[in-house]
C-alpha cells in the first residue's frame, strides 16, 4: 500500500482510521515485536527496506523506520506491510542532522507496550553515536550491520562497548550455515585433532560489489576468527597483498582470497581448502550450478574419498535478519570472535 503522510502527532489516529478502511480485506493486523531500523540516508536505504518487508514473511512486527538526511525537517508516513493474509504497521520517519535529537521522543510513543523491542543498528557504531546509544536504552536486543563500517577492527571495539546490551550483526548470521558445517564434519575427538593439525587454510568469497554491499572480505574475516578462537590459535602476525590477506596463527596460515562468483550474494563464502603437514585434504566448495549445494572432498596420501554434500538453505533476503532476531542473547562465539578482530591492528584490516 502507498504510505501515507502524516503529522508525527496524529499517526497513532491516523494508523487506526487507516485499518478501519482495510476492514474486509482479508488481512490481519499482527505484531509480534517492535522494530527499530535507525539509518543515515544512503543506497543502502532500499535494501533495508527491503530485508524488514520479508522480515514479516517470518515473524510480523511494529516497524519504526528512522531515516537521518535527505530532508530539512521532520516527516513522518504510514503504511502497512502484508504478507499473505498478515498485515503490519510501518511508521517511517524522516528528519534531518538538525532534528536527531528528536528521533527517541519520536520513537517511543508508537512503541508497543509489553512486546521485544530490537534495533537495527545500520550505521557505522564506530560514529559514537549519542542518538543511537538513546534508543539502545529502548531495546531487548541490537542488531548491528558490519558492513556499514569502513574497518572490522574499530566496529569490533565499538561493538564490544555495548556488551551490556544483547547484540547480533548480520553478516554474523551469513555465516551460520559454513560454522554448522565445519562443526558436523569436524564434530568427533579424531575429526578435531585432524582440524588442530590444520598447517593452512585457504577461503574464498564473492567480492562481486553492488551499491549496498562494498566490504565483501568481513564474512571470510569472521569465519576464520572463529575457527581460531574456537581451537585457540594466537594470532601473531598478518600479510596484505593486493589480492588477498593472510592472517598467521603461530604456524599456521589463514589466507582469504576474493574471486567473482556472481550466482551468490556479495561477500558469501565460496570455498573453504583446508591442509594439513601429514598431507590430508579438505575441500569445501559451492556447487557452480547448484550454489547453495556445498561439495565436500576429502583426500590423504593414500586414498581419496569419494565426494559427499551439504545443503544449505537457499539465500533470501532478510533472512540473516531473521536468525538474530530468533537468537537469544550474545553468542559467546561472537563476542570471542570480537575481541580477536579488536586485538588485531585497525590498518590491518581494511575491509
Not at 141 to 149: C, G, L
Not at 320 to 328: A, D, M, P, T
Amino acid at each position: 500500500m502507498d504510505p501515507k503522510t502524516v503529522a508525527p502527532k496524529d499517526i497513532e489516529k491516523e494508523l487506526k482510521a487507516l485499518w478501519e478502511s482495510l476492514e474486509g480485506q482479508g488481512k490481519m493486523r499482527s505484531c509480534l515485536y517492535n522494530l527499530i531500523v535507525y539509518t543515515k540516508a544512503s543506497p543502502r536505504v532500499p535494501y533495508l527496506r527491503e530485508i524488514v518487508q520479508k522480515t514479516i514473511d517470518k515473524f510480523p512486527s511494529r516497524i519504526l523506520f528512522v531515516t537521518v538526511g535527505n530532508t530539512n525537517q521532520i516527516a513522518s508516513q504510514i503504511s502497512v506491510l502484508t504478507s499473505e493474509k498478515i498485515a503490519c504497521d510501518l511508521i517511517d520517519i524522516q528528519l534531518d542532522e538538525a532534528s536527531i535529537e528528536a528521533i527517541p521522543f519520536l520513537v517511543l510513543p508508537h512503541l508497543v507496550p509489553d512486546l521485544p523491542i530490537y534495533l537495527l543498528w545500520a550505521d557505522d557504531p564506530c560514529q559514537k553515536d549519542p542518538i543511537g546509544l538513546k534508543l539502545e536504552e529502548l531495546t531487548t536486543r541490537i542488531i548491528f550491520d558490519s558492513e556499514s563500517s569502513e574497518n572490522l577492527s574499530c566496529f569490533a571495539k565499538a561493538a564490544l562497548e555495548h556488551r551490556t546490551s544483547e547484540i547480533g550483526d548480520l553478516n554474523w548470521a551469513r555465516i551460520e550455515g559454513w560454522r554448522v558445517l565445519l562443526s558436523s564434519i569436524f564434530h568427533s575427538p579424531s575429526k578435531l585433532e585432524e582440524l588442530k593439525n590444520t598447517k593452512r587454510i585457504h577461503i574464498t568469497y564473492n567480492a562481486h560489489n553492488t551499491p549496498y554491499f562494498v566490504h565483501t572480505r568481513i564474512q571470510a574475516l569472521y569465519l576464520l576468527s572463529w575457527l581460531a578462537t574456537r581451537l585457540g590459535w594466537q594470532f601473531t602476525d598478518k600479510q596484505i597483498s593486493d589480492r588477498g590477506m593472510t592472517l598467521i596463527f603461530g604456524d599456521i596460515n589463514i589466507t582469504i582470497e576474493p574471486v567473482d562468483f556472481e550466482q551468490i550474494a556479495p561477500g558469501r563464502i565460496v570455498t573453504i581448502e583446508m591442509e594439513a603437514a601429514n598431507g590430508e585434504h579438505t575441500l569445501l566448495q559451492r556447487s557452480p550450478e547448484t550454489p547453495h549445494q556445498i561439495i565436500i572432498q576429502h583426500s590423504t596420501k593414500e586414498l581419496c574419498s569419494l565426494p559427499t554434500y551439504f545443503m544449505f538453505a537457499k539465500y533470501e533476503s532478510g533472512q540473516s535478519l531473521v536468525n538474530e532476531i530468533c537468537h537469544h542473547g550474545s553468542s559467546s562465539h561472537y563476542i570471542e570472535v570480537l575481541q580477536l578482530l579488536a586485538s588485531i591492528n585497525h590498518s590491518g584490516l581494511p575491509t
